[in-house]
């Protein structure tokens, strides 16, 4: 979702990976648009479910993607070109589409004026991610020096398993042991682990810290076929963790729990395990010319089909039919297919224009 991708060794396998990342980011906001609406445990939720526990590795790999292309120590990037280009880029981005999306909630009046203001500086729902990635791009240079070296990386990744992924997902546990607690508690097991942690006052492995200088160690790691077949089993059991456990949880406390968030070890394990597929095994097909000009295209689309599909989403769910219309094992990826078209067209149609292609998508 950047433009280094300008680079003459493309790396053709991280073209699919934003192309297939943005598809499946349609998908998770079409599947979990009703997920806590529908009745817990009906055969629409379990749908969803297992949708949206599948296509959770989506915001991670587009992190580890930029990961690779920004901490690449081959590329010199200065901070002036870091802030003049790269941070400007995404702030005027910000500025355009969370105006947009703010006269569209006043314009069907679900908001007011008063909060029109509110609506631009926060941004809409799936706006969040610019925010997120400006903050890494500031903490770049720092993270270049932590890559120079490997064991480094390694330690930091080490720290990272540690308190960016498995405390929390003990922390989610827990929450869930909290709520099916008999009788109350007046000290809950995960304010017990929340206090504990935050003694700790350990917040440099972030989650998206974690995912940015991840991806750049799996694409300069050497993985053996075995080393790549225990991975893609950790990937299929994170999956399967991941709706069972969703599954489990909403069943006994009688509303909508997840073990969705990025920061869960079972989502990291299937993305992991996406990107590793995409490196060592996609990277081995895409050997045909056509095929690499289609993904450089759709590549270049990918910022734009992510900032306008949401627009389009709510507009097709709003006026013609949601996922809830007719079965769902259908109607999400129908929604999909419409939304991911209409989004690629507009994106490409914008990309045809010279100022709103350089700041806008």
């Known amino acids: ?14 073209d699919f990976l934003r192309v297939a990342a943005i598809f499946v980011v349609i998908v998770l906001h079409t599947a979990e648009s009703k997920i806590t609406i529908v009745e817990p445990h009906s055969f629409e939720w379990m749908v969803f479910n297992l949708y ?56 069907y009046g679900y908001e007011g004026m008063f909060s029109f203001f509110a609506d631009f500086v926060k941004g809409h729902y799936h706006l969040w991610f610019l925010f997120m990635i400006v903050g890494l791009y500031l903490g770049t240079p720092i993270f270049r020096q932590i890559t120079r070296s490997k064991a480094y990386t390694k330690y930091f990744l080490s720290l990272s398993i540690l308190f960016t992924f498995i405390v929390p ?16 508690m007046h000290y809950s097991l995960e304010d017990f682990g929340q206090e504990v942690v935050g003694n700790v006052k350990f917040y440099f492995t972030l989650v998206y810290v974690a995912y940015f200088i991840g991806g750049y160690y799996l694409s300069k790691l050497d993985i053996s076929p075995k080393a790549e077949i225990c991975i893609y089993i950790g990937g299929i059991i994170g999956y399967l963790i ?28 299937e993305s992991i395990a996406v990107f590793t597929f995409a490196k ?6 895409l050997k045909n010319d056509k095929a690499h000009r289609f993904l450089v295209a759709m590549s270049k689309y990918s910022f734009g089909i992510y900032l306008i599909h949401a627009m389009i989403l709510e507009g097709f769910t709003r006026h013609i039919f949601d996922t809830t219309a007719f079965n769902p094992i259908i109607s999400v990826p129908t929604i999909v297919i419409i939304v991911f078209v209409v989004s690629t067209i507009a994106s490409a149609t914008a990309n045809r224009i010279p100022l709103v292609k350089k700041y806008i998508v």
């Not at 489990?248 to 070890?265: E, K, R, V, W």
């Open 280 to 285: 060592c095994r996609v990277s081995r097909w």
């Open 52 to 107: 949206d526990g599948f296509v959770r590795w989506a915001v991670p790999v587009l992190v580890m993607i930029s990961g690779v292309l920004f901490l690449d120590e081959k590329k010199k990037i200065s901070l002036s070109t870091l802030h003049s280009k790269y941070i400007r880029r995404i702030v005027i981005a910000f500025s355009f589409w969370s105006s947009a999306y703010a006269f569209v909630n006043l314009a």
């Open 169 to 184: 997902t003990i922390l989610s546990a827990a929450r869930v042991g909290d709520n099916l607690a008999l009788g109350g």
């Open 242 to 269: 991941t709706v069972s456990t969703a599954s489990i949880a909403t069943s006994y406390l009688g509303y909508h729990y997840d073990f969705y968030g990025n920061n869960q070890i079972c989502v990291m394990l």
């Open 1 to 14: 979702m950047d433009r280094i991708n300008k680079q003459i060794d493309r790396v053709f396998y991280l």
